[in-house]
C-alpha cells in the first residue's frame, strides 16, 4: 500500500508536466488558426480593394518614399523597432489548467474569476489575450477535445459522451462540437472507426 503510495506521488510532477505540454501545445494551435484566418482575412481584403480600384492613390505610392522592403520602416525611411513579444501573466496558467482540470462541472466565468480573485471582465480579457479565445470558446474547445477521445475510443452513447464532458444538452454538445470540428460527433467517430479499420 504504501509503495503505491509513494509511486502515485512520483508520478504526479509528471502529469502536471503532461498538463503544461497540453496547456501549451493547445494555445499554440489556437493561435496559430486565429493568425492564419486573420491572414486569409487581410489577404482577401487586400485582393478586394485592389479589384475594385479603392485603393488610395498616396497609398499605392508609399513603395518609393524610401521605405526598405525587408522591414517596416517609419516615415524617415528607418527601421522601425520590433514590437515586443507580449509575455505571459503567470497568474493566468493556475486559470487555464483550472478549466482544464474542471471542465465537466457547471463553470462560469463570474465563479472563476470569484475563486481566483480577479474581476470577470479582467479575467476575460487575459484569457483571451493569453489563449486567443473566449473564456466560452476555450472552455467548449477543451470539451469538444475531450469528446473527441471518447468518441473515438469507446461505445459510449453521444448523449453519454455530451454529459460526460460537461454539456447540460446534447443540443448544445451537438452544436459547439459541429461548428468546432465542420461535422457531427456521429459523422466523426465513424470516420475514426473506419481510419482504425
Known amino acids: 500500500m504504501a509503495a503505491m503510495v509513494e ?3 512520483a508520478a504526479r510532477p509528471l502529469r502536471r508536466q503532461l498538463m503544461t505540454l497540453q496547456l501549451r501545445e493547445l494555445l499554440i494551435r489556437s493561435q496559430r488558426e486565429r493568425l492564419a484566418a486573420a491572414h486569409v482575412q487581410g489577404a482577401a481584403a487586400h485582393a478586394g ?3 475594385t480600384g479603392s485603393a488610395h492613390p498616396e497609398r499605392l505610392g508609399r ?3 524610401g521605405r526598405r522592403r525587408d522591414g517596416d520602416t517609419s516615415a524617415a525611411g528607418q527601421a522601425a523597432a520590433p ?3 507580449q509575455r505571459p501573466d503567470a497568474a493566468i496558467w493556475p486559470i487555464i489548467a483550472h478549466i482544464h482540470l474542471h471542465y465537466r462541472d457547471e463553470l462560469s466565468l463570474g465563479a472563476l474569476a470569484a475563486r481566483f480573485g480577479r474581476s470577470p ?3 476575460s480579457m487575459a484569457i483571451k489575450r493569453h489563449a ?3 473564456f466560452t470558446q476555450l472552455l467548449h474547445e477543451v470539451r469538444v477535445r475531450h469528446a473527441c477521445g471518447l468518441l473515438a475510443t469507446t461505445a459510449m ?3 453519454e459522451v455530451a454529459a460526460e464532458v460537461g454539456f447540460s444538452s446534447y443540443k448544445t454538445f451537438a452544436r459547439v462540437f459541429r461548428d468546432r470540428k465542420g461535422e457531427t460527433p456521429g459523422d466523426y467517430r465513424s470516420r475514426m472507426r473506419s481510419l482504425r479499420a
Open 83 to 85: 514590437r515586443p513579444v
Open 49 to 51: 480593394s485592389a479589384a
Open 63 to 65: 513603395a518609393d518614399d
Open 132 to 134: 486567443g479565445l473566449t
Open 157 to 159: 452513447p453521444t448523449v
Open 121 to 123: 471582465s479582467r479575467l
Open 7 to 9: 509511486e502515485q506521488a
